[in-house]
Each structure stands twice: as C-alpha cells, then as structure tokens.
C-alpha cells in the first residue's frame, strides 16, 4: 500500500552520470525507469523533475566567462535532453510518459501547464516537467518545489546520491551525522546545502513535505513511497 497518492520525485542530472564523466549512463538511466515502474504499478501519481548537472550547469559556465543567462538557458536546455531520455527509457518498460516543457519547444515537448500535468497523471501517465522554471538564476531544485506545490503533490522526494541530510555535507565532512527528520527552519538556520535555499523556502510556506534519500540504490524509491522510514524528512 502506498503513503501518498501523487509525488513530485527530483532526480538529480549529476547522478544520471553513473560511473561516467559526463552525459548519461545508460544502466543508471535504466534503473532509475524500473523504479519508477515499481511504484508506478502501485496506482501513485508521479511527476518528475530531472537536473542537468551531467551536462551543464549555469553557475560553472559563468565561471569559464559565459554569459550567465546564457548559460543556465543551456543547464534547462541540458534538463530537456535528460527528461527526453528519463522517457524513453520508461516508454522501453512499459510505462507511458510524457515530457512537458517550460519553454515552448513543440514538437519536443508540450507546453508546461498545471491541468495538463494533472490530467496526464490521472491518465497513468508519468509527466516528467523539464526546463526547470524556464528563468535563469534558478535551479531545478526550485524547479522542482515549484511543480510539486503547483501540481498539489503530497510530498516532494529528492532522490540524490547521499542518503539524507547531515549535519554537515557527508561527502567533504567524515564526522557529519545524519538526521532522521528536521525542520525546514533548522536547515535553513544551519545553512545546510542539500538543497538551494530558494527551494527550501517555498517547501515552507506552502507546506510541502520533502523526503531527501538515496536514489542511487536500487529498490529505495519503492521503501520510500511504502512509508519505510530512509532518508531525511524535512517537515514544519
Ligand atoms: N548537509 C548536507 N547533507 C547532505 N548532503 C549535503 C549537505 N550539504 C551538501 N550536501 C551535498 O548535496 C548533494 C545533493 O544535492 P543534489 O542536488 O542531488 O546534488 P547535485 O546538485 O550535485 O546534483 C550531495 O551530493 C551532498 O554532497
Ligand atoms: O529553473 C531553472 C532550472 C535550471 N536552470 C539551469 O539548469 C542547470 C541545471 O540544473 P541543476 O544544476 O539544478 O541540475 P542538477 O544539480 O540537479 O543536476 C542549472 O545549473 C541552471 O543553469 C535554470 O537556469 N533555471
């Protein structure tokens, strides 16, 4: 039996990397699609909102002298080649699925709006909402806050590749400890960076529960969606 009827799940772009430098590893890709078909199978309503940090980020291009605005047009850019791929590897398992945009780009992908990713859930079908927020200076983790509020998910799940939040980034800090759930206020009062503060914010105000857990594992998602206590919940 699942926990919640529609979720709003942010696959992380870097993770689509595997074991490779850049692009997307066909066997994590693959993965990520089974996973998803698990829970899928179980009646939950998903949307899906996928990064673009295996290809390119904004930030890193201004770094190197690109033009900012440019540059994160081509991080959303990036988004619509992995949400393309996230669909065509859940079309090769069985499961319809659809690629809206939030820049016009027909025949790429339709046109984002809230009733047309509803109503394509409630079809059975996985909507996989690309272009993050279509406006540069964001993230797709806003992205991804922004739909899951828009879209009225139950929860906001960010699968990624450590397995919560810690007191302290894990993967720099040996000695950090992980939370089993903490508030929205704690994390932004200890300036934790799993997520973009933007995001956190808006999880806030409008009261949308975020569960960060390891994605990379297989068979996570499926504990997650079945209430099994992994990951970090972060809540009012
Ligand atoms: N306090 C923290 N707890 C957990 N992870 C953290 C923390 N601070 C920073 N991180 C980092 O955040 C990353 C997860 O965010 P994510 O958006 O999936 O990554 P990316 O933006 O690199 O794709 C982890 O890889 C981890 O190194
Ligand atoms: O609403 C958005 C979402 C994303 N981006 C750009 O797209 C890139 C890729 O997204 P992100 O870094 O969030 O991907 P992830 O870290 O999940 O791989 C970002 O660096 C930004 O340059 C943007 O400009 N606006």
Redesign the pocket.
Known sequence: MAKYKRILLKL???SLMGEKQYGIDEKRLAEYAEQIKEIHGQGVQIGIVI????I????SGANKGFDRVK??QM??L??VINSLALSSALVATGVKARVLTAVRMEPIGEFYSKWKAIECMENGEVVIMSA????????????SSLRGIEIEADVMLKGTRVDGIYTADPEKDPTATKFDDITYDEVLKRGLKVMDLTATCMCKENNLPIVVFDMDTVGNLKKVISGEEIGTLVHN
């Not at 390119?56 to 930030?59: K, T």
């Not at 279509?134 to 797709?140: K, L, V």
């Open positions: 992380s772009g870097e990064g673009g940090g295996n390119f980020r904004g930030l540059g994160d991080g959303m990036a988004t993050g927020t279509g406006n540069p200076f964001f993230t797709t983790d806003t992205g």
